[in-house]
Each structure stands twice: as structure tokens, then as C-alpha cells.
């Protein structure tokens, strides 16, 4: 479609220029000091559909940041088609390992490198940009809506009440989202499944305050020693997770899957390069990747305790913490496993400390089929820009929102992401390759020509 490259020619500068604009908002939606920001953010967006040329769009208050909601029906008879983004973003720490200023973007080695510029500003404006020339080239042929929302980084905690509020408002056919990754640069692919999520934090408490760890060392409990053993606890020597019940759930892939799955390219040798590690590690009797597709994990995502600034304190803490998250498949439940979870840890714990268990958020994970308009039509067209014809794969990641769509909505949703593994999301030096911000708003637009072609 030479109408869709001109376009982007004409106006890649504007369109990152625009971008940088969003990504200078720093958007962190799980620090209280940032909420203006996330308004200021949230409005950002709204602008920014108002121009592309929805017919409306307005910053929707919820129990906790907006969500904003735009839309542009060309027929109510025609398809139409909802898109998800998120405008919130994770923190920056470790501040020092940035190699420029987080907030204010810069190109290096043809990569935009900002928190935000992949997950999901990057990926998110691209709908805008797609969106925009389809109005502006009049070629939009379906009724587009946009949802954007602020909390997806903390679990999307207010986002299922708001929808169960607008239901009617929006009332789609399918739900477009690019929040994933893709296989490589040069391997097309869409995403079907996604995990789970249950998120935990956990406390563990000794003496009723600080000691000499001289005067006390050895006579009373180091809950950050305790803690630390419970944690190695929580796997046996195969890797394998040793909460009761844990993997009750699991439901098991098949040999012949699990083979396809194993076709996707994939270089172990080039994956520990890039990592910097010698060898791999997980579950026994898995390949790396069944480990980050079709296994359930525990991982510690912090862990704190007594004294860590400079120099030395010789002191023994009080109290130990870490927050945990358990990645789930498709049919474990998140409450069950966070109970699981909770009951397991407190029983466990010596009776030398005391120990506090706190849920934080979840989700289910979610799989999508490969048989619908939708897919065939996001297939055809990544299969167009790329060349090749995309794999179906499961992701690690979760995005516990997506399986609450289906849920309230009754709508599925079409994962069809356009950044890579190299990207560092959640990471100091977080990059979008502008070559991929650019396919995918060539892709977009394709996707909506075969999708309302399909669908009718």
C-alpha cells in the first residue's frame, strides 16, 4: 500500500516528535508523587486522538488514575474495533544505570531509548499515528475506540469496575492491543497466550527493633538469614516450585505442541550472549523455551533488610522483606495461588519470627485462538510488511487485563505487538527500534483493511 509509506515519509518527524512529547510526561503510576503527571498524561492522549480525528475523546476519572476513551464511528453497522494501550510506566530504578536521562528521549543507534519508549508509549502511539492516517488519507473502513488506560503496570486494579460501567459505550468486535514482543527483528509473530500473575510482598519480623549484631549475633533470629532461607526454600533441587497444590491447575501441553513450539527460531547460544550468562536456568526437564510459554515460575523482584547505604553498619534488622511474583498458565487461578502462596510461607516460618504475607495484584493468564477474522486478518497483514508469514507463540509476560476483557466484555483480543527482547522493558536503557515503531504503523492499517473485510 504506497498510500501508508508515503504517509509515514511525510511525517515521521512530527510523528516522533510527538511522541518524545508523551514520553517526557513521567507517567509512573505506582508512585503518589507522580499523579499529576498521570493527568497531565492522561490529557496528553486526549489531545492527541482529538487531532488524529476521533469524532470525541475525553480523560475519564476512576477510583485511581484515568482512563482515556476516544472513538470515531464511521457506521454503526460497520466493525468495529477497540484499542488498549497503557500510558503508565515503571519506575527508573537503579537511576545510575541509565546511560541518559530516562524522561527526556534520545536516539542512539537508530533505537529511542526512554522509559516508556517500547512498554507501551511506543507501542501505543503507534495506533494513534496508524489511526491518524487513516482518517487523514480517508481510508479508515471500520469504527475505531481507544481505551488507554494508567494502571496496567500495577495490575489495572480500577480498570474492571470502570469497564463494568461502560459496557455499552464499549461495545466492540475486537480488541487490538501491542503490549507484546515479537520473535526477532526479522521473525514475525503473534502473540496467543499470555501468563498469569500473583504478586506478593512479604514480612518477616524478629527482635522489636535494630541490634548490635555483635552484642546479639548468634542469640537471636536475623530475619533477613530467615528470610532468605525461605525463599530457597521455595524450590527443591530441580527447580521445581514446592508449594502444595501449586501446580494442582497446570494444565499440561501436549507432546506435539510442545514440539511446534520448539520450531520457533531460537538460538540458546546467542539468548546467554546477549544475557551475559554462562548457562540457563529453571524447571528440569524443560527447554527455555516451555520454561517462559507453558511453565508457572516464583521469582523475587526485591528483597531488603538492615542497613544498604554506603559503608558499613553492623547491625542486625528487625524485619526482612521481598516482594515475589508467581508468572501462571492458562487455568491457574491467581487468588487460589496467592492463598496457596500465603498459607505455605506462614507455615514455614521457625517460631523465632513472625511473618506477614500481602497480596498486591494479579491476573489470569489468558489464550487466544488462531481461527478468527481477527487473527487471520493481523496475520495477513504482518505477513505484508514483513514478508513471512507470523508464528503463533506463547509470551511470558502477562497483562492481567486482557483475560478480564473477556470476562466483562465478552470480547477477545488480538496481541499483535512490534518490540523485542533487546528492548530492556522495566529496565534501565529501555529502547524502541524506530524501525519497528514505523512497521507497526504500516502494519496497523492493514490489519484494519482485512479485519473489516472478514468481519462483514
Known amino acids: 500500500m504506497s498510500y501508508i509509506k508515503k504517509y509515514i515519509d511525510d511525517n515521521k518527524d512530527r510523528f516522533l516528535d510527538e511522541l518524545f512529547g ?127 488506560e494508567g494502571e496496567e503496570e500495577m495490575g489495572s486494579p480500577n480498570l474492571g469496575k470502570w469497564l463494568d460501567q461502560h459496557k455499552e459505550m464499549l461495545k466492540a468486535d475486537v480488541i487490538l492491543v501491542s503490549d507484546t514482543s515479537l520473535l526477532g527483528k526479522d521473525e514475525p509473530s503473534i502473540t496467543t497466550g499470555l501468563r498469569g500473575l500473583a504478586y506478593v510482598e512479604v514480612e518477616v519480623t524478629g527482635p522489636n527493633r535494630d541490634l548490635h549484631s555483635g552484642l546479639f549475633g548468634g542469640a537471636v533470629a536475623n530475619p533477613a538469614n530467615i528470610l532468605a532461607k525461605m525463599i530457597a526454600s521455595l524450590h527443591d533441587e530441580n527447580n521445581h516450585i514446592t508449594i502444595p497444590g501449586f501446580y494442582d491447575d497446570v494444565l499440561e501441553v501436549n507432546p506435539t505442541e510442545r514440539a511446534e513450539m520448539n520450531k520457533a527460531p531460537f538460538s540458546l547460544d546467542e539468548y546467554k550472549k546477549a544475557l551475559d550468562i554462562k548457562e540457563v536456568w529453571g524447571e528440569k ?135 523485542l527482547e533487546s528492548d530492556a522493558i522495566h529496565s534501565p536503557n529501555e529502547n524502541y527500534q524506530l524501525e519497528m515503531f514505523f512497521k507497526g504503523i504500516e502494519t496497523i492499517p492493514l490489519f484494519y483493511k482485512y479485519f473489516s473485510e472478514m468481519a462483514r
Open 22 to 148: 508523551l514520553i517526557r510526561i513521567p507517567s509512573i503510576s505506582s508512585l503518589s508523587e507522580h499523579k499529576p503527571d498521570m493527568v497531565k498524561c492522561a490529557e496528553y492522549w486526549r489531545d492527541q486522538m482529538l487531532k488524529a480525528g476521533a469524532d470525541k475523546a475525553e480523560v475519564m476519572p476512576t477510583d485511581g488514575h484515568p482512563v482515556v476513551y476516544g472513538e470515531k464511528i464511521i457506521d454503526p453497522k460497520a466493525p468495529t474495533v477497540l484499542v488498549y494501550a497503557h500510558y503508565d510506566v515503571m519506575p527508573v530504578d537503579p537511576i545510575e544505570e541509565w546511560k541518559s536521562q530516562p524522561f527526556e528521549p534520545v536516539i542512539r543507534d537508530g533505537k529511542i531509548f526512554a522509559r516508556g519508549a517500547d512498554d507501551d508509549k511506543g507501542q501505543g502511539f503507534m495506533h494513534a499515528k496508524a489511526f491518524e492516517l487513516m482518517v487523514k488519507t480517508k481510508t479508515l473502513p471500520c469504527n475505531v475506540k481507544f481505551m488507554i
Open 285 to 419: 526437564g524443560f527447554t527455555t523455551l516451555e520454561r517462559v510459554g507453558i511453565r508457572p515460575t516464583l521469582d523475587v523482584n526485591g528483597i531488603w533488610g538492615g542497613y544498604i547505604g554506603e559503608g558499613a553498619k553492623t547491625v542486625l534488622p528487625s524485619k526482612a522483606s521481598a516482594k515475589i511474583s508467581m508468572r501462571l498458565v492458562p487455568n491457574q487461578d491467581h487468588n487460589k495461588i496467592a492463598k496457596l502462596f500465603q498459607k505455605h510461607f506462614e507455615a514455614i516460618a521457625p517460631s523465632y519470627v513472625k511473618v506477614k504475607v500481602t497480596p498486591l495484584h494479579g491476573g489470569q493468564g489468558y489464550v487466544a485462538p488462531t481461527n478468527t477474522p481477527a487473527y487471520q486478518a493481523a496475520s495477513k497483514a504482518m505477513e505484508e510488511t514483513f514478508g513471512k508469514k507470523p508464528i503463533p507463540y506463547r509470551s511470558g509476560g502477562s497483562i492481567p487485563i486482557i483475560s478480564t476483557f473477556e470476562e466483562k466484555l465478552g470480547l477477545k483480543s488480538i496481541l499483535m505487538g512490534f518490540g
